[in-house]
């Protein structure tokens, strides 16, 4: 069983920055690719972006794209994300999840097999 656990979300000013962090417990860290998802009150989840587990390859949303930023500390089993120039439809509860094998695809959520409890985000006007 892996465990994940996000941390650092809060409220923010439009334009703001926030930096997220996952930490995954279990096997070793470093044959994890990992995702960031995210989802607004009645809306579905929505990816965000991903990073293999080398780092080599990162996958991003189109509507973050630019602004956001994955990375990973092996040595520290953690995943960051980094969010500037917040924007209020970021607003969401945002997942971390763990992608432990080669089914399906980074972009949707059946490609990833252990998840956490979710951080509120919250930008402001």
């Known amino acids: 069983q892996v465990q994940v656990v996000e941390s650092g979300g809060g409220l923010v000013q439009a334009g703001g920055s926030l930096r997220l962090s996952c930490a995954a417990s279990?096997?070793?860290?470093?044959?994890?690719?990992m995702g960031w998802f995210r989802q607004a009150p009645g809306k579905e989840r929505e990816f965000v972006v991903a990073?293999?587990?080398?780092?080599?390859?990162?996958y991003y949303g189109d509507s973050v794209k630019g602004r956001f930023t994955i990375s990973r500390d092996n040595a520290k089993s953690t995943v960051y994300l980094q969010m500037n120039v917040l924007k209020p439809e970021d607003t969401a509860v945002y997942y971390c999840?763990?992608?432990?094998?080669?089914?399906?695809?980074?972009?949707?959520?059946?490609?990833?097999?252990?998840w956490g409890q979710g951080t509120q985000v919250t930008v402001s006007t």
């Open positions: 990073i293999t587990r080398s780092g080599d390859s990162l």
């Open positions: 279990g096997r070793t860290f470093s044959s994890y690719a």
């Open positions: 999840a763990v992608r432990s094998s080669f089914r399906g695809s980074y972009y949707s959520t059946a490609g990833y097999d252990y």
